[in-house]
């Protein structure tokens, strides 16, 4: 990210941690981040949408509960992350807003890449060569693909509200489009 990017999420860290949660920390919030996006990424995977009602907006899963059902599997399975999968994260934006009736709200967008294994057929949209990795040697080859996804997360801070956070966007780009 440029230095721009990340002293703006740097300040909105520090709004966070002196207006709404005196206990926040990226460090957590990213680990927690990791934890859910595995588990979700899994749960879309084998179709399992009714067990995402709590951790996923309404409106998010309707629309995932269409795009699921069109999916070949080839693209369905390589939705799955593992947890030890995921090469790297990072924030992309974060925002603090209120609003019309006054309630205080924090979204975090997340990315991910992790290494799925699956059976993706060469003519994916946009997937390169450079983007398949292979392990081992010539006789037990096998081909992972490095997918990337973006998960925003949200919480409202209004007094008396849930202290949970809520997925409300799902992107798997190339995938669940």
Not at 7 to 18: A, S
Not at 52 to 67: H, Y
Not at 123 to 151: M, R, S
């Amino acid at each position: 990210t440029s230095p721009i990017a990340w002293l703006r999420t740097r300040f909105y860290y520090l709004l966070i941690r002196l207006y709404f949660d005196h206990e926040f920390s990226i460090e957590e919030f990213t680990r927690g981040a990791k934890q859910a996006f595995s588990v979700v990424s899994k749960l879309l995977s084998q179709r399992k949408l009714d067990l995402l009602e709590e951790l996923v907006s309404a409106e998010v899963l309707q629309v995932l509960k269409e795009k699921i059902s069109l999916l070949p599997d080839s693209h369905r399975d390589a939705l799955a992350a593992d947890i030890d999968a995921i090469m790297y994260t990072t924030e992309g934006d974060v925002r603090i807003y209120y609003d019309d009736d006054g309630r205080k709200f924090v979204s975090i967008l997340m990315c991910f890449w992790y290494l799925n294994g699956a059976n993706l057929p060469d003519e994916v949209p946009g997937e390169a060569k450079v983007f398949q990795i292979v392990f081992g040697d010539e006789n037990t080859k096998e081909k992972k693909h490095l997918l990337t996804a973006n998960y925003e997360f949200q919480r409202e801070f209004t007094e008396g509200a849930k202290p949970d956070w809520t997925i409300t966007r799902i992107e798997h780009p190339r995938l669940l489009e």
